[in-house]
């Protein structure tokens, strides 16, 4: 106690600011730092969860690598990113640009729009799995039947399942990125529109010369976002295909799912890390070569 | 810093405190288990009654959802926490044995000559060198549920006796709406069910084969039996379309909606069936082949002492072991959750193998062979990928079971090698 009454008060400053970013520093250290260590270092042992660490060496990669299972859930990660990214965007800003210009019923469009965001995952997965099923019980289906065309094996398919899992994947994020996309709509001054108007610039022009450009900062904003959501997508592929999981013919598997399958069902930790590192190392790459790409020079 | 330090003196030792005086007058012990709600009230009978012969001994119960269960035990006992009794499927005794997680039941309560004779043949699997590792109380196996209304209407007079005539029975239950899509099948399909333990250790041996060798360490159904296994499974979705893989999105909710004639699964849902309002369902044994062959497969939750209980435990733990192994507990067992007494002391019992519902799974008992699983949810895909092959990518039989039959392999080796 003594020497903390001899400090000046600049100092006892530095004291309770250490003091208290102390608490997240440690947080992060114990929940995030160290987990993330130790998974790195579980990467090159192998390990049951129930007997000793053994030193595996560069094993778990070598096996990940001849994996013919791992290329096609490599394949599908990117799939779902490459598939799941422009068009949920593209609907996104669609929907802003023209919700920004909607002054009847405002806010009720609003929130309809923002619900699903609002839901749970597991719940709406669940719904539109009963939705994809096959005549009987499939609303999509009966309503095909209805009208004698024939069915579509939605989740029952290796061309169809992985779209139809997408789908509700985008529609549930689109809510959030409508919202950040008229907050960069709404950021926008309105001078630069009146100059267009003045000038007659068309409409078309005023969207791909001020609107776009100067939505830019929103635009790498939710392109990481998304980007980081859809390779990690999970809960939508588990409960969807829960009989079958990331199937059929592992058509629809994405890298979080088939790790949790080598953790948590196979009980191969070591092999499970070496995925988890793989991963990493994909979202850390994606994450800077699209803030690098879409950077202002 | 030394007020912190003289704190924490004082919570370490009331915390101290508060726990010893649970343990001073009496033993208690942990059990832990899944959460199915039959089985935590079959446990609280067990446990009542245990404790009213002993009276120095309590068992505290704890139970966690089936998804995290596997994990939770998994985590919990190699850091010495947790249960001193605790239920493990019988496919994961082996990583906790070579783990010395496990403890074996003593030879003088627990004589190996005399569980041989009294416990039937297949808890053999949880024998290590002269001593037993864990025990069931109950067993589980196949039979074939029907639904009454359906067969009426279909003008059958019964459950289908061998595999011909399942399919005949099969094809009579099968009704299609105007465009020729399925409303009921004549029987569920779905590898990821039950079906693949129909398959393994019923079909290929109906067939003639023999699933595995070398003690289920060898994959050995890729063979004319195999083949003529999977040709009589596939037929029924490719050939005589009495069913179809995903119809109403899993076989137990198709014959639980009453839109399928039959359905093969485990003793254990007999509980959530009689739950269904409406629906009147029957149980057969499995259909025998043309030859009379009859086979089924069994599975069983065992339980086992852990390295955590010592001393006084221990031997509390002992006596525990061998109340939920009587026979007493396995009829309490068995008039709760329904799972089959695994002595057929407790099982054969006139009023239970004449049993409209137990009679058929008790008598499959009497000659189920139980897997040893390497990986089972790895080894089941497997199988379900070998039908979704020939479904979605026209591969033909004989490729998609070598196929499949190669990826077993390959688990199996891994995990023994």
């Known amino acids: 106690m003594g020497i ?34 130790n998974a790195i270092l579980l990467s090159f042992q192998e390990w049951n969860l129930l007997g000793a660490r053994n030193w595996a060496g560069l094993d778990n990669y070598a096996k990940l690598f001849s994996d013919p299972t791992f290329w096609k859930v490599f394949g599908n990660t990117f799939l779902y990113l490459i598939l799941g990214t422009p068009a949920s965007l593209l609907v996104a800003f669609v929907i802003a640009f023209h919700l920004d210009k909607v002054r009847f019923m405002h806010g009720t469009i609003r929130a309809l729009y923002f619900l699903p965001f609002m839901t ?65 709509l709404r950021a926008i001054p309105q001078t630069y529109y009146e100059a267009a108007r003045i000038d007659g610039v068309s409409a078309w022009e005023t969207l791909t010369e001020i609107t776009l450009p100067l939505l830019k900062p929103t635009i790498v904003f939710l392109v990481v976002f998304s980007s980081i959501g859809f390779l990690r997508i999970f809960d939508h592929v588990f409960n969807m295909t829960s009989n079958d999981p990331g199937g059929p013919l592992n058509s629809t598997k994405p890298l979080v799912l088939m790790i949790y399958e080598t953790a948590f069902d196979s009980f191969d930790m070591g092999y499970a890390a070496a995925q988890t590192v793989v991963l990493f190392a994909v979202l850390l790459v994606v994450s800077l070569l699209q803030l690098r790409v879409m950077r202002d020079r | 810093m030394t007020h912190l330090k003289k704190w924490m003196l004082g919570a370490t030792t009331a915390a101290c405190a508060l726990f010893a005086t649970g343990s001073a007058q009496a033993v208690e012990i942990e059990y832990w288990q899944y959460f199915f709600e039959p089985r935590v009230k079959a446990m609280e009978t067990l446990i009542e009654n245990f404790e009213k012969a002993n009276p120095d001994i309590t068992v505290k119960m704890t139970h966690f959802p089936y998804a995290d269960y596997r994990t939770k035990v998994a985590a919990a006992i190699p850091a010495g926490q947790g249960p001193d009794v605790v239920q493990l499927f019988y496919g994961w005794l082996n990583d906790y044995v070579n783990a010395q997680l496990i403890q074996p039941l003593p030879a ?6 005399e569980i041989e004779a009294e416990f039937f043949p297949m808890v053999q699997a949880m024998k290590r060198r002269d001593q037993y590792m864990a025990l069931p109380t109950a067993v589980r196996s196949l039979a074939l549920f029907y639904n009454k209304r359906l067969f009426d209407k279909a003008g059958i007079d019964g459950p289908p006796k061998t595999l011909d005539e399942l399919v005949e029975t099969a094809k009579k239950l099968t009704q299609k709406d105007g465009a020729g899509n399925l409303s009921t099948v004549g029987i569920t399909t779905g590898m990821n069910a039950q079906d693949h333990h129909w398959f393994r250790e019923v079909l290929v041996r109906q067939f003639g084969g023999d699933p595995y060798t070398d003690n289920y360490r060898t994959v050995n159904y890729n063979t004319d039996a195999g083949k003529a296994a999977l040709k009589f499974y596939s037929d029924l979705e490719f050939t005589h379309n009495v069913t179809a893989a995903g119809f109403m999105d899993e076989p137990q909710a198709a014959f639980k909606a009453g839109r399928a004639g039959m359905h093969i699964d485990g003793s254990f849902r007999i509980g959530a069936l009689n739950k269904v309002r409406g629906l009147k369902w029957g149980v057969a044994e499995l259909p025998a082949a043309a030859d009379g062959t009859q086979s089924n497969y069994s599975s069983y939750w065992v339980n086992g002492i852990t390295s955590k209980a010592t001393d006084e435990k221990y031997d509390a733990a002992v006596k525990f072991m061998k109340y939920v192994t009587s026979d007493e507990a396995m009829q309490v067992w068995l008039d709760t959750v329904g799972e089959l007494p695994a002595k057929p002391s407790a099982a054969m019992t006139e009023a239970n193998a004449e049993h409209e519902v137990y009679g058929p799974f008790i008598k499959g008992l009497g000659y189920a062979k139980t897997t040893i699983f390497a990986n089972e949810s790895g080894q089941r895909q497997a199988l379900m990928n070998m039908v979704a092959r020939m479904r979605l990518e026209d591969q033909s039989a004989e490729d998609s079971l070598a196929q499949a039959a190669s990826g077993e392999q390959k688990i199996l080796d891994d995990y023994y090698n």
Do not use: C, E
Not at chain 1, 133 to 142: A, E, L, R, S, T
Not at chain 1, 146 to 161: C, D, E, H, V
């Open chain 1, 4 to 37: 903390y009454k001899r400090l000046t008060i600049s100092q006892k400053q530095i004291v309770w600011a250490w003091g208290l970013l102390a608490i997240p520093i440690v947080f992060y250290v114990v929940v995030r730092f160290y987990p993330t260590a």
């Open chain 1, 120 to 184: 749970s995952a597991v719940a709406m997965a669940w719904v539109w799995r009963w939705f994809y099923q096959p005549v009987p019980i499939g609303v999509f289906n009966n309503t095909l039947a209805t009208f004698g065309i024939p069915q579509i094996p939605f989740l029952n398919s290796t061309t169809y399942a992985l779209p139809s899992i997408l789908a509700p994947a985008i529609w549930a994020g689109l809510g959030f990125q409508v919202i950040i996309f008229m907050a960069g």
């Open chain 2, 108 to 113: 003088d309560v627990f004589p190996p000559a």
